[in-house]
């Protein structure tokens, strides 16, 4: 059984940082590609970061430059490091593990985290 349990989410104002961390059951971590996704009040889920298995990253247009994804193998744990935020970065984060082909999905239960002033 794998298990995406993501934790780090909370409020802050604007310009300030969170660090987001996603804990991976199982033994799929070291092969899936991680992602980081996030889903505002009445907007559709968007990804914001992955990376692959061999660390290639990848970010959403909006938060590059301003959002870190790295990843410990050694800690199954996938981390998404958020400087520099604003009001618009207000979501649900959401981590989300990937097979190399698609084939299979698994996602956490989403942490908030709000910007405001």
């Known amino acids: 059984q794998v298990q995406l349990v993501e934790s780090g989410g909370n409020s802050v104002q604007p310009g300030g940082s969170l660090r987001l961390s996603c804990v991976v059951s199982?033994?799929?971590?070291?092969?899936?590609?991680m992602g980081w996704h996030r889903q505002a009040l009445g907007k559709q889920r968007e990804q914001v970061a992955r990376?692959?298995?061999?660390?290639?990253?990848n970010y959403a247009d909006s938060v590059k430059g301003r959002f870190s994804i790295t990843k410990d193998d050694a800690k199954n744990t996938v981390y998404l490091q958020m400087d520099s935020l604003e009001p618009e970065d207000t979501a649900v984060y959401y981590c989300?593990?990937?097979?190399?082909?698609?084939?299979?999905?698994?996602w956490g239960q989403g942490t908030q985290v709000t910007v405001s002033s």
């Open positions: 989300k593990a990937e097979s190399p082909l698609g084939l299979y999905e698994y």
């Open positions: 199982g033994s799929i971590f070291k092969i899936y590609v």
């Open positions: 990376i692959s298995s061999n660390g290639v990253t």
